[in-house]
């Protein structure tokens, strides 16, 4: 299986093409995991070549990094590129509070570092926050002595997925070296709104959802329904429907014969140049393997 690496920006880092999104490690994606299932995922991705793992403080109440850290403590360490996130307090299932104080932040950091059993953060980005909050120049300010202080290599924004232009702008003056967007074949939004702050600014890119919840693995047919303890059950009807009439269109007349359409999807977002690296989830090894297949479609 053939994996290529991309830099991230100017941060030095070469994650993989296809890294790996972990928000279903904090129990809000229909399973609960076990350490023993966590680690078969990450050792098969390591496997694939993939060395990118992206995280969150709210995935879970830090469970996600946990389940990470236990991983990581019996493996070797800088094997890995390890991205995690701020801003957030979990409180139950898809119920989270924002917390961008400095205080909150700290309290974050501190958390996220013993979870992960890791000394230094490779990648710690601005989860989901406002425009107002994002322009707190204290929080830069705060951030980057914790930088000097060597618990944070480089900083990131994930911007929400509504979308701010405004902090693709304005992330390199704050210091921002990484943008993770929302960027799919059904959201093409990107293209316009930050990939040319990213190409002028030499921002890496790193995007998510780019199966679009799974739409664009090709499993659901126009009509699909998805169970109440689903998070796409949450999601505008009109929107789903929309979208799937969409997804059977590009099946037809874009996805070549005999490709699977994840990997198609997958291979279409990293087509674009500005693109670094995808964070796609996945429930077991399998998944694991036919994502990383993906980069076996496009060049370095």
């Known amino acids: 299986m053939t994996m290529h690496?991309?830099?991230?920006?100017?941060?030095?880092?070469?994650?993989?093409?296809?890294?790996?999104?972990?928000?279903?490690?904090?129990?809000?994606?229909?399973?609960?995991f076990s350490q023993a299932q966590v680690d078969a995922i990450l050792d098969t991705a390591e496997e694939c070549g993939i060395n990118l793992i992206d995280t969150a403080e709210c995935y879970g109440d830090h469970l996600s990094?946990?389940?990470?850290?236990?991983?990581?403590?019996?493996?070797?360490?800088?094997?890995?590129?390890?991205?995690?996130?701020?801003?957030h307090h979990f409180?139950?299932?898809?119920?989270?509070?924002?917390?961008?104080?400095?205080?909150?932040i700290q309290k974050q950091l501190d958390a996220s570092l013993q979870a992960l059993r890791?000394?230094?953060?490779?990648?710690?980005?601005?989860?989901?926050?406002?425009?107002?909050?994002?322009?707190?120049?204290?929080?830069?300010?705060?951030?980057?002595?914790?930088?000097?202080?060597?618990?944070?290599?480089?900083?990131?924004?994930?911007?929400?997925?509504?979308?701010?232009?405004?902090?693709a702008r304005d992330s390199v003056k704050f210091g921002v070296e990484a943008l993770q967007v929302y960027y799919n074949r059904l959201d093409r939004r990107p293209e316009q709104i930050y990939f040319p702050h990213a190409e002028k600014n030499q921002l890496g890119i790193l995007a998510r959802v780019p199966l679009a919840s799974g739409l664009l693995s090709g499993k659901y047919p126009p009509g699909a329904t998805f169970p109440g303890?689903?998070?796409?059950?949450?999601?505008?009807?009109?929107?789903?429907?929309?979208?799937?009439?969409?997804v059977a269109r590009l099946q037809k007349t874009e996805v070549p014969p005999g490709v699977p359409m994840a990997q198609w999807a997958m291979a279409w977002c990293l087509r674009h140049p500005v693109v670094t690296?995808?964070?796609?989830?996945?429930?077991?090894?399998?998944?694991?393997?036919?994502?990383a297949a993906a980069a076996g479609l496009v060049s370095a």
């Open 5 to 32: 690496y991309r830099p991230l920006g100017l941060t030095g880092l070469r994650p993989s093409v296809i890294g790996l999104g972990t928000w279903q490690f904090g129990g809000e994606w229909g399973v609960d």
């Open 65 to 87: 990094e946990k389940f990470i850290g236990d991983y990581l403590a019996r493996r070797d360490r800088s094997r890995w590129i390890v991205a995690t996130k701020f801003g």
């Open 91 to 104: 409180n139950s299932f898809l119920n989270r509070d924002d917390d961008f104080s400095l205080a909150g």
């Open 118 to 167: 890791v000394d230094v953060i490779d990648l710690y980005q601005f989860h989901s926050g406002s425009d107002a909050v994002f322009q707190n120049q204290e929080l830069w300010d705060f951030l980057a002595a914790q930088k000097r202080l060597g618990k944070i290599r480089h900083l990131g924004v994930s911007i929400m997925q509504k979308g701010s232009e405004l902090q």
């Open 229 to 246: 303890n689903d998070v796409r059950a949450r999601l505008d009807a009109e929107k789903m429907t929309r979208d799937l009439a969409e």
């Open 277 to 291: 690296t995808l964070i796609p989830g996945c429930k077991n090894p399998d998944q694991i393997k036919a994502n």
